[in-house]
């Protein structure tokens, strides 16, 4: 049984790595495509649309690990039908469940792999193509307001015009009020430098406070501000929540929870990221039923096309519960885990009719 176990394990792992190269390889090409438009238009160059794409590949590796899985797992699945291996096996007295326990150690090693590119090597490399993309073009930032960034803390907005490629900032105002929540200072200044941990050096500041009775302006050409500002909730704006790691999502919600903002989404791409492994595991069991189809019912094309339609549909739940999650307000936990259970139910209820049969 040991042996049967290896060679089972052996075929499907092998069909994964191959579906997973030719999808990694087909996706970073229609991502070169779409870099190349930019090319000649404004500061790229050829190497920089290159490696932004090298550097781009862990985050669709990520993405396509569940598809890979399910689509590798029904290949290798398929080619023991085929040749009458399947067949042999189960006539042999294997149970289905000694089958599928070697797709399910392939699949707990996937899942562990999912989980370390994703919280370690995604989010990195993609915060290095986004700031080289920055450097290289001159760009700054992108935010949602035309102003710029809007950051509340405590008792003090803070608005930052422009986020330079090095978590410089320019063109800062801090308006602190007090526990009236009447206006008391308003500091407006050129540039930002990060200096460490919360702390920041501000150059060519306008201090303008407001008094009871009067109003003073103070120029200070050099001062220090605490704020809860730093480079790494910085790099939240270069990587979509879907791509940043635990930590950096843990630490992002609570700052937002802190200031009594939505963190709807962030809640959402966090508990993704606790569920997305599992899912590799679970696109692997919807693979398994396939494997009592007999070949007159459907080739190994069939089968293969079915299992991109279920990856596709899959990929399109996850993303459309997500958005729909967070319009409706769900809990997120819900958002997160409901298309893999869904796919979870498909495969047990699946294994279950055809053993009945």
């Known amino acids: 049984m040991s042996v049967l176990r290896r060679y089972i394990r052996r075929q499907v792992l092998y069909s994964i790595i191959l579906v997973l190269a030719g ?13 190349l438009r930019d090319l000649g238009s404004n500061d790229a160059r050829l190497t920089t649309v290159l490696t932004f794409v090298a550097l781009s590949m862990p985050g669709r590796l990520y993405e396509l690990f569940p598809i890979a899985a399910l689509i590798g797992t029904l290949f290798a699945l398929a080619q023991l039908v085929v040749s009458s291996e399947f067949a042999v096996m189960r006539t042999s007295g294997v149970s289905m469940l000694g089958i599928a326990s070697g797709p399910i150690q392939v699949g707990l090693g996937l899942s562990l792999a999912c989980f370390l590119v994703g919280e370690f090597v995604t989010p990195m490399s993609e915060e290095a193509a986004q700031r080289m993309r920055l450097k290289e073009t001159s760009s700054v930032v992108a935010s949602s307001f035309r102003s710029g960034l809007w950051v509340k803390e405590e008792t003090s907005f803070v608005n930052v015009g422009r986020v330079l490629h090095d978590a410089t900032l320019q063109n800062i105002r801090i308006y602190r009020f007090d ?28 201090l303008t406070r407001f008094e009871p009775d009067r109003t003073s302006v103070e120029r200070i050409p050099e001062m220090e501000w605490r704020s809860v500002l730093t480079p790494r909730i910085l790099s939240v704006l270069l990587v979509p ?3 940043m790691s635990l930590f950096t999502l843990f630490s992002y919600v609570q700052h937002l929870r802190n200031n009594q903002q939505q963190a709807g989404r962030y809640e959402i791409a966090l508990w993704n990221k606790l569920i997305y492994p599992i899912a590799v595991l679970v696109m692997m069991m919807v693979a398994l039923p396939f494997s009592y189809l007999n070949v007159r019912e459907g080739g190994i094309s069939t089968k293969i096309f079915a299992g991109i339609m279920l990856g596709l549909a899959f990929h399109v739940m996850t993303r459309l519960i997500g958005h729909v999650g967070q319009l409706a307000a769900w809990p997120p936990v819900l958002a997160a885990v409901a298309p893999t259970v869904v796919f979870m139910l498909l495969a047990v209820g699946m294994l279950w009719k055809l053993e009945r049969r």
């Open 241 to 243: 929540p879907e791509k």
């Open 23 to 35: 999808l990694l390889m087909l996706f970073s090409f229609f991502d070169l495509i779409y870099e």
């Open 179 to 206: 526990s009236q929540y009447q206006l008391m200072t308003i500091s407006q200044a050129g540039r930002g430098t990060h200096m460490r941990d919360n702390l920041w050096r501000l150059e060519d500041v306008v």
